[in-house]
Each structure stands twice: as C-alpha cells, then as structure tokens.
C-alpha cells in the first residue's frame, strides 16, 4: 500500500531532551515536508526537501533539524525542545516539488513538550 | 502576500442537505488549489484539486468544488450531506514556486447532524 509512515504517533517528553520524529515514503516521491498544525493556524511548513541530500526551510524552521540521506527517509530532529514546540507534526510527500503535484500526508505525530 | 481564508470556523448541516464549505485566496500568478480532509485523529486526506480547465472539480467522496478566477475563490460542495462526512476540511494554494509549499487556511468544522 502507497503510504506515509510516521513514529512516533505519541510522544510526551521534557524540554532540552533532543528527539526525532521519523517519517517514510514508499512512493518513490523526491518532494518531501514537514508541516506542523496549531488550532486556529492552520498547517504551516518547517522544512521541504526537493531530493536527497537537498533540503531547505519553509516558514517556520527555528527550533528544527532535518536530513534528507536516502530518498524515502525525512526525519525531522529536535536538539532541544521547547514547551512551544508542543504541536500536531505531518510528514508529506509528492512525486516532484512541482505544483500542480498532490501532496500526501502521513498520520501525524502528536508532540507534548513539558 | 499569499493567503488563503476560511471564513467559517465551523459549519452545522442537516444530513440530506447540500453543504459549502468556503473558501477564498489571494495569490499572484495562477493558482493550484486543493481541498484536503481531517477525520479525528487521522492524517489529511486529499479530496481534489484545481490545476486548470473546467472550473467545477470533482473529487472524492461525492465532492466538488467550484473555482472562480473573480472572487476568487475555491469553494467546497456537496449536494447531499452525510453524518461521516463530519470532519475538518482545509483549503490550500500551492502558487508554483519550487519550495512546494503549500499554504492552508485555518480550516473549517463541518458538522452534519442527523
């Protein structure tokens, strides 16, 4: 099944402790993002890749650290979280950065930081 | 700026009745829109998307959606609403640039009653 993976779904942990969000594609997409989703603002990106080892922000990257190594690998790292990192994350993937291309998400990390 | 409005936080329908959920945008250059849903506790589900040609769209789940280059606007419809349709609905614009982002509005609660 064409998918998105994410793992952890759940994550609870204490600010500084750093962390990383794995995210999979099996579509052999070369685009893929992180978005993170906060009441009343919508999704908003942290940081896309357009291929391997390519990567670059979006709108809101302080705080976050991705890698891009292998073509259906994106982890998203936190070195050292903050209580104002506590967000819904999605991973999402597309066959290319072109836009009129559809971008599928994965099922979402909920992240507490305490 | 690029945006894109949902101007109503949530919408209440009676199952059988035809529902809108609305939404407009202000992008430069030609838009690529897209309209995605969130069940509860699930990632986004693409629905359909605009690239060009006829301007009603027709998607999954018996939805469309009507594009209009005056308004402008994207707005989401269905003639005959369903309970399981009961969900969170996201209109996006992705406006062509390579960083394939893209850009969500704050998302619309569509409640359908019984």
């Known amino acids: 099944e064409a998918q998105v993976t994410q793992n952890p779904r759940y994550l609870i942990t204490v600010t500084g402790k750093k962390l990383t969000v794995t995210c999979s594609q099996n579509?052999?997409?070369?685009?893929m993002s992180w978005y993170r989703q906060d009441p009343g603002l919508g999704l908003r990106q942290i940081y896309y890749?357009?291929?391997?080892?390519?990567?670059d922000k979006g709108d809101v990257p302080e705080g976050y650290k991705v890698s891009r190594k292998e073509k259906r690998n994106f982890p998203l790292i936190l070195e050292s979280p903050s209580p104002n990192q506590t967000s819904l994350y999605f991973c999402?993937?597309?066959?290319?950065?072109?836009?009129?291309?559809?971008?599928?998400f994965g099922p979402g990390t909920r992240l507490t930081v305490l | 700026a690029q945006s894109v409005a949902q101007p109503e936080d949530q919408v209440n329908v009676a199952e059988g009745n035809p529902l809108t959920v609305k939404c407009t945008y202000s992008?430069?250059?030609?838009?690529?829109l897209f309209w995605y849903v969130q069940y509860p506790n699930r990632g986004l589900q693409f629905l359909l998307k605009?690239?060009?040609?006829?301007?009603l769209v027709k998607g999954s789940y018996g939805f469309e959606a009507e594009f209009n280059k005056s308004q402008p606007s994207f707005h989401l419809k269905k003639p005959s609403a369903l309970v399981s349709d009961s969900a969170l609905y996201f209109c996006?614009?992705?406006?062509?640039?390579?960083?394939?982002?893209?850009?969500f509005g704050k998302g619309t609660k569509l409640s359908v009653k019984p």
């Open positions: 999402a993937s597309s066959l290319i950065a072109g836009a009129p291309d559809t971008q599928y």
């Open positions: 579509m052999n997409h070369e685009y």
């Open positions: 890749s357009m291929n391997v080892e390519v990567t």
């Open positions: 992008v430069s250059g030609n838009p690529y």
């Open positions: 605009y690239i060009t040609g006829d301007n």
């Open positions: 996006a614009v992705n406006h062509g640039g390579s960083q394939g982002n893209l850009i």
